[in-house]
């Protein structure tokens, strides 16, 4: 029976799952709707159809999950791999070396050929699709976890067979978008890996995986709430029935009785009843199954309880008229469930016309059909094994190098920027230049530089290289170079920067700074329950060499028990100092005590004891410390007679420059 309440109830129900469980921009496919194809060269494409918004219609809309992982290619189609075997004559005691680099760039995503040929598969209803269907492109996918790019390789996990190995992090969201792994290995490191890649084929000892997670709907609960008022009015009735000899003006007592008083009338006024009485009447009615509620449920989740829930808070809503409470008395732990952020206690009144309309309805059903959008995670990985032969006999990507050979009358120095350096460009570095000079035995002495800056990435990616004439000097392995980093702000650091020998196999450009995501979390409900509308928390960290203070405001009132923020810190650092900060609506700011974190970027909001016992001293320690707080400059910096960082240096290892 399609009734006002029932699309009401909808329009609650919907309202609630689209703002506890999905994002609005999150693409969402149908994990019922699966595809999973094998294409002409024999890669398996899995695809999910786009999920269908109020239906279980299947649409013939698909998208992809990550696919063919391979390795990235130039605009010339030149693979971008590197495996660089070089030596020289002169023995490892004498200053010889020798070893190998390796270096590449992967992507994913189907290839043009390969995304042609799923086009026509869904277009001709091949394999299980049906005629007429489309490929929408890849399917949305974030990284799983804080690493979700692996290198697995026995020689790359060695430190002495490869003493350098840079990675990316995180695996690539969109496809074409690439992701490095680079690594400078030892003479035996070198030969171990070769082999794998030219002898012993089976597979190299060098595999990818990246980590991704996909949103998908899944079929999670099917519900329904049968409301037989007939037998409602029946109780009503014999209810009515006993007490209509009792003359006065007392109440009726039982379970139904208030209900009573307000469809047939007494001398009094009807007394108001509390939210626990009301809420008795609603589980007694469910309890003799004149509410029946049924769900079959596929999945264990505590959401189809909220479900339930707001079905019972919806019908307690239409069967009473609630106000404020004469008296403010506090409420019962049931209506705090119910209403977390209520403060004092509620009276209801039955809702006459409500029964009368709905006694001659005899009986309502309301269906409470709905899925629910969960994360998946899901893995790419490829050996090298699949891609070597694509390389091996391209003289830019797989050589030899020997380094006395009289054809290097230059020597390159390769900068390389570090990974996570690449990832703060735009947001908190400008730039880095380089100054290189070397010093000859003879002749004059070279000088040259570099900067680095975004646009230079997207043309050249993580390495930049200067060249210099060896020409007849004997001391060719030794030059010097300088690094100084632009910083948002209009900053420099080091403001002098000092020279630094060099290798010339290559220089790793590392910024001062290193990111860090904090998050900050709290129980919304105890600090609704203290009397606390914002949890602050005060971080103070060094920043080139100084100490700055950022702040992460957390609001009850917004809901959002979890805040990320990230700041960015001396990399000579392991940890900052954090001061949690409440705002009571009454009291004011009450500022807790500074502590330290190590190598952890997670905070909880801890409520002292003290603050929870209402101690006296306590508060006013607290009040009074929260009247002092000071607030840092514009860029964040703490002023002299502000700092507090000293006190923490040995803890956290602080190390000025």
Known sequence: ?????????????????????????????????????????????????????????????????????????????????????????????????????????????????????????????????????????????????????????????????????????????????????????????????????????????????????????IPAAKGRVIVRWSEVQKHMERDYAQY???????????????????????????????????????????????????????????????????????????????????????????????????????KYTYNRRFFESSFKKKTETYYLNYR???????????????WYDGVKNNKKCVGTVLMNDKFFTHRDINMILDLQAKEMFDKEINYVTVNVRKKRSSGNDFNDSRTIDSEFLKKNGLKATISYARGDDKNSEVYEYKTQWSIRGGNVFPKDPQWIKGDWQGVTLEPPIVPRTIEFEADLDELSSLGVVRATLLLRYYRFGEEVETNVPLTVSKGEPLIEQMIFTDRNTQGYAYQLVLTHKEKGKMALGWDDKINDDYIYATIPQELRDDDPDYLEKIIEAGKIILKPGADGKVSKEATILDKFKDVIGVVKN
């Open 372 to 386: 629910l959008a969960v994360e998946k995670p899901f893995t790419l990985t490829a050996n090298l094994a699949s």
């Open 244 to 346: 209509k000899e009792v003359h006065g003006k007392k109440s009726r007592g039982g379970l139904f009785g208030g209900v009573a008083d307000a469809l047939f009338g007494k001398k009094t006024e009807v007394k108001s009843r509390s939210y626990d009485e009301v809420r008795s009447v609603i589980d007694q009615m469910i309890e003799n199954e004149y509410i029946k509620v049924d769900f079959d449920e596929n999945i264990s989740d505590d959401r189809v309880t909220k479900i339930r829930e707001a079905f019972f808070d919806f019908f307690l809503q239409k069967m009473t008229e609630s106000g404020d409470s004469d008296v403010l008395a506090p409420p019962t732990e049931k209506e705090k469930a119910a209403m977390p952020n209520i403060k004092y206690g509620k």
């Open 1 to 217: 029976m399609k009734t006002k309440i029932k699309h009401v109830l909808r329009g609650v129900i919907l309202l609630y799952l689209l703002t506890n469980f999905t994002s609005s921009d999150a693409q969402i496919v149908d994990d019922t709707n699966k595809l999973s194809l094998t294409l002409s060269d024999g890669t398996q494409v899995m695809l999910y159809g786009e999920a269908s918004s109020l239906s279980d219609r299947k649409s013939k809309n698909y998208y992809y999950l990550p696919v063919s992982l391979r390795l990235g290619a130039k605009p010339d189609t030149t693979p971008e791999f590197l495996f660089l075997k070089y030596i020289t004559e002169e023995k490892e005691e004498d200053g010889g070396i020798g070893g190998a680099l390796l270096h590449m760039l992967m992507e994913w995503g189907l290839t043009p050929s390969q995304q042609k040929e799923v086009e026509k598969i869904l277009a001709n209803g091949e394999q299980g699709a049906l005629k007429k269907s489309k490929l929408k492109g890849a399917l949305d996918v974030k990284p799983d976890g804080d690493k979700s790019l692996r290198i697995i390789s026995a020689t790359l996990s060695d430190d002495k067979l490869a003493p350098s190995v840079v990675q990316s992090l995180s695996a690539p969201v969109l496809p074409g978008a690439k992701v490095a792994v680079a690594s400078n290995l030892s003479a035996n490191g070198a030969q171990l890996l070769a082999a794998t890649f030219e002898k012993t084929r089976s597979i190299t000892d060098l595999s990818i995986e990246m980590g991704f997670k996909y949103t998908t709907r």
